[in-house]
Every structure is written in structure tokens, then in C-alpha cells.
């Protein structure tokens, strides 16, 4: 049983439309969450960690989390073709962190 | 501050040789991990290191080892190189607990 599930990709989205990204884990236990961005070519980056239920936001990044559902999402408003990347969440527990191929995200100009 | 710095970024290997990957991690960072990164599997993980002690290992052959240094300097080794090896290798680093990474740049192996 993977760890983690995430929907799969490629995900196109017109310039400043909401770019929906989503995770489901299997390990009940899970107590922070996770959302890391990689451009191609680059190394993985955090974006965005989210430890309690409900939504966490910071600027056009809203992750929300519903621990009794096991589920996680990245929101991204008014997304910009910059935001073209894979998004990773990772699960797996904090001490053997794993990570899938992620979600592809397009942004469309 | 500085980042996590992985040398050396590029490594041309025959089969049969062995290679030595180097990582540093972020100042105060004692967690290291490493990531095997190919274009058709993703990230898989490879280890993680606490306190020079291997915590985690992932689904790799013995072929693949690490380790971690007091000063929580990380390397891992690979001995006789397959093809299949050629990949981007990642460490990241944390403090311990539940944070989230730090990637350095990474060596892109290359087994030819």
C-alpha cells in the first residue's frame, strides 16, 4: 500500500484560475504535513507545512487539512506560469520521509 | 546562512567502479537523508542519518551504504556502478522532529 496518493497529473490550469493539488495518506499517525515544489532541473523546495486541521494560508498558497479523512490540499489562487512545476507531498512518517513522482502542474498563459 | 552543499555535482563512472557522494548539511541540521531521483520513479529514498547512526533505510541493495560524521556531514557510496545507477542523488537535511527539508543541489551520476 503506497504511503501517500496523490492525484495524478498532468494538471493544466488557465493563467489566474485556482490550481487544486491533492494528497491522501494511509498512516493515521501522520502528525505534520507537508507541500514542496520542484521546478525542473531543481532541487525540491518548501512551500507550505501544515500540522493542525483547517486551512493555513500565505500568500496565494492555501493548504488545507482534514486529518480524520487523512487528506491534504494545496490551493493556488490566480496561478501564474510560473507556478508550473511538480508538487510534492510527502509521507511515509518523519523519520523515513517518502516522496512519489508528485503532481505536474501547468499553468497556461 | 548557507544551504546544504552536495559535491560533487556531476560524476561521469564506468560500471564496476564505486563512487562516493559528499553532503553537507545546514548548520545545526543533525538529520540527513538521501533521495535517488530518476525521471520515471520520483524521489525514492535511499537512507537517513541521525547522530551518525543510520535510522531508515529504504528498498535499495547493499550495494548502495552511508554514513554520518560527527559534524553531521553525510556521504553514501555506491560500489559496483550499474547503469540503472545513473540518477540525480539528493541529501536533504532538518533539525529532528517534524520539520521539513532542505535539498541541496544534488550530483547527477552518470554510469556509462
Known amino acids: 500500500q503506497k504511503e501517500v496518493e496523490q492525484n495524478s497529473g498532468p494538471l493544466s490550469v488557465p493563467e489566474g484560475a485556482i490550481a487544486s493539488l491533492n494528497c491522501t495518506y494511509s498512516?493515521?499517525?501522520?502528525?505534520?504535513f507537508f507541500w514542496y515544489r520542484q521546478y525542473s532541473g531543481k532541487s525540491p523546495e518548501l512551500i507550505m507545512f501544515?500540522?493542525?486541521?483547517g486551512d493555513k494560508e500565505d500568500g496565494r498558497f492555501t493548504a488545507q487539512l482534514n486529518k480524520a479523512s487523512q487528506y491534504v490540499s494545496l490551493l493556488i489562487r490566480d496561478s501564474q506560469p510560473s507556478d508550473s512545476a511538480t508538487y510534492l507531498c510527502p509521507g511515509g512518517g518523519y523519520q523515513k520521509v517518502t516522496f512519489g513522482t508528485g503532481t505536474k502542474l501547468q499553468v497556461i498563459p | 546562512k548557507a544551504g546544504v552543499t552536495q559535491t560533487p555535482r556531476y560524476l561521469i563512472k564506468t560500471r564496476g567502479q564505486q563512487v562516493t557522494l559528499s553532503c553537507s548539511p545546514i548548520?545545526?541540521?543533525?538529520?540527513v537523508s538521501w533521495y535517488q531521483q530518476t525521471p520515471g520513479q520520483g524521489l525514492q529514498f535511499l537512507f537517513e542519518y541521525f547522530s551518525e547512526t543510520q535510522r531508515n533505510k529504504g528498498n535499495f541493495p547493499g550495494r548502495f551504504s552511508g554514513r554520518q560524521f560527527s559534524n553531521s556531514r553525510s556521504e553514501m557510496n555506491v560500489s559496483t556502478l550499474e547503469l540503472g545507477d545513473s540518477a540525480l542523488y539528493l541529501c536533504?537535511?532538518?533539525?529532528?522532529?517534524?520539520?521539513?527539508?532542505?535539498f541541496g543541489s544534488g550530483t547527477r551520476l552518470t554510469v556509462v
Open positions: 501544515i500540522y493542525s486541521n
Open positions: 536533504a537535511s532538518r533539525m529532528d522532529g517534524n520539520y521539513g527539508y532542505t
Open positions: 548548520s545545526g541540521h543533525r538529520s
Open positions: 498512516d493515521r499517525g501522520s502528525q505534520s
